[in-house]
C-alpha cells in the first residue's frame, strides 16, 4: 500500500471514515430512561450504541455505511487500482452521510411504533460527533475534488525545477 497515491482529501475522508466506524459501537449515541422504573439496579437510564436494536432508525445507520465505503475507496485507491475512482466520489459520499446523519439528528432516536408512557429516549453526545465526522468526509471530498496532486506529506524539493 502507498499513501503517497493519496491526496489531502482522500487521506482526510479516509480518518473520518475510520473514526465514524470506531465511534459506531460505543455505547454513547443516546440512552433510554424510565420513570419511576429502574433499568438496573445502579440507574435508571442506560446507553446504546449504534448498532443496539431498537435505537436508532436506518439514517444513522445507512450514513455510518457509505463512511464504510469512503474508507474502501480510500485504500483502493492507496493499493494501486487500475480503474480511476471518479474525484466527485468523496464528495458524493460526504454529502450523502451528512444529510443522513443531520436528518437522524434531526429524528433522533425512536422506538418501532409508539413510545410506551414513561419511557424517554435522548440523543447523545456520539450522534453529533457522528455528524460532525460526516461533514468531515464532506470537507475532504470537496479538498480531493480542487485536484491537487498526491500529497508526500513533507519531502517535496524547495529548490526550482532545473532549466
Known amino acids: 500500500?502507498?499513501?503517497?497515491?493519496?491526496t489531502r482529501g482522500e487521506v482526510v475522508c479516509?480518518?473520518?471514515g475510520?473514526?465514524?466506524i470506531v465511534i459506531s459501537v460505543i455505547p454513547q449515541w443516546g440512552?433510554?430512561?424510565?420513570e419511576g422504573m429502574s433499568i438496573s439496579n445502579e440507574s435508571?437510564?442506560?446507553?446504546f450504541s449504534l448498532w443496539e436494536a431498537g435505537g436508532f432508525g436506518v439514517l444513522p445507520k445507512l450514513a455510518a455505511f457509505l463512511g464504510v465505503a469512503c474508507v474502501?475507496?480510500?485504500?483502493?485507491r492507496a493499493t494501486g487500482a487500475v480503474w480511476s475512482i471518479p474525484s466527485v466520489a468523496y464528495l458524493a459520499l460526504g454529502v450523502a452521510?451528512?444529510?443522513?446523519?443531520l436528518m437522524g439528528v434531526a429524528v433522533g432516536?425512536?422506538?418501532q411504533g409508539a413510545a410506551p408512557i414513561g419511557i424517554e429516549q435522548t440523543r447523545g453526545p456520539l450522534l453529533y460527533a457522528g455528524a460532525v465526522l460526516c461533514a468531515v468526509i464532506l470537507f475532504g471530498g470537496w479538498l480531493h475534488l480542487q485536484g491537487e496532486e498526491p500529497d508526500d506529506f513533507g519531502n517535496r524539493s524547495t529548490a526550482p525545477p532545473p532549466m
Do not use: N, Q, W, Y
Open 109 to 111: 432516536p425512536s422506538f
Open 97 to 101: 452521510a451528512t444529510l443522513l446523519m
Open 1 to 6: 500500500m502507498d499513501s503517497k497515491r493519496l
Open 31 to 34: 440512552s433510554v430512561s424510565l
Open 14 to 16: 479516509g480518518v473520518a
Open 72 to 76: 474502501v475507496l480510500v485504500l483502493v
Open 18 to 20: 475510520i473514526a465514524l
Open 44 to 47: 435508571d437510564s442506560a446507553s
